[in-house]
């Protein structure tokens, strides 16, 4: 998309998700443990031999991304007059 002046990395990747309501210690233990899975040397490897970029980010990060990734195409959209609004 840079090629085309749109300043996006398209590429694809993962969440997980808990139910609503889910207690914040509960959070930070998940957090931590995925934080510290893919930080892990033996992980980092694998994905990189699969050409995997191991990426973690924090809950209140992800949010803030996809945020981001829905207003940048959705500009994208607009401007190539295919975005259906309901």
């Known amino acids: 998309m840079?090629?085309?002046g749109y300043d996006v990395g398209?590429?694809?990747?993962?969440?997980i998700?808990?139910?609503r309501n889910l207690p914040k210690e509960v959070i930070q233990k998940l957090d931590e443990a995925f934080g510290t899975a893919v930080n892990d040397?033996?992980?980092?490897?694998?994905?990189?031999?699969?050409?995997?970029?191991?990426?973690?980010?924090?809950?209140?990060e992800v949010?803030?991304?996809l945020d981001n990734q829905r207003k940048?195409?959705?500009?994208?959209m607009e401007?190539?007059?295919?975005l259906k609004e309901k």
């Open 63 to 65: 949010t803030r991304n």
């Open 17 to 19: 998700g808990g139910p």
């Open 72 to 76: 940048i195409f959705r500009s994208i």
């Open 41 to 60: 040397p033996v992980y980092q490897k694998f994905a990189i031999a699969n050409d995997y970029i191991p990426t973690y980010l924090p809950p209140n």
């Open 79 to 82: 401007e190539a007059g295919i």
């Open 2 to 4: 840079n090629e085309l």
């Open 10 to 15: 398209v590429g694809a990747f993962g969440v």
